[in-house]
Every structure is written in structure tokens, then in C-alpha cells.
């Protein structure tokens, strides 16, 4: 699957959620609430690497493996509420980062 089909997923899926946050609330959730149920979320992932390395116990109902894909998924949605093309801005970041360290990559 691509970036760009992983991205029209995750945006339908948030379209959904702000329609159900609409019936339910009367309006949709804030980016700043979007941003606060991502660090929700990131609290959860921690608590999870943490039990999976033993330095924990594990007391949230969430796989570390869903939890982490939800984090992604939060970041996504931002990105897209806050007009920021993550695939260029990932593209420009790993080839800064490629060319900081020295790597070859093995396409070019």
C-alpha cells in the first residue's frame, strides 16, 4: 500500500469521526483536541514499550502494535488539518538526514 493511499484512508476515516463528533457534540474536535487525543495515545504507546520491555505492567486494554499505528494515524490527520504535505515534508527530512550522514541510497 502507498503513502497516498494510507493517507486517503486515514482521512476518510476522520471524515467519519467528525461526523459522529457532530451528532454527538454538535461540532467537530478542535486540531488542538485532535492533538490532545494523540498525546493521549502517545502516553499509552509508552506504557506499552515499556511493559513489553519489562519495565512495566501492563494495564491498558491496547496492543503495542494497533497503538502505535494509531499514532501514525493521528499524525496523519493533523498533518492533513494543518495543510502540511507529509510526503514532501518526509521526502525533504530523509534527504536531509541521508545526506547529513552520508548514506547512499541504493536508487539514485
Known sequence: MSLEEIIQRSHAIRQAY?????????????VEEDLLALSNDI??????IMTRIGRYYDETPYQLEA????????LLELSLRLDVDLQKELEAFLTSKEELLSIKREDQ
Not at 18 to 30: A, D, F, I, P
Not at 67 to 74: D, Q, Y
Open 18 to 30: 467528525h461526523v459522529l463528533e457532530r451528532e454527538h457534540h454538535g461540532s467537530e474536535w478542535s
Open 43 to 48: 502516553g499509552n504507546l509508552n506504557r506499552l
Open 67 to 74: 497503538k502505535l499505528a494509531e499514532n501514525v494515524w493521528w
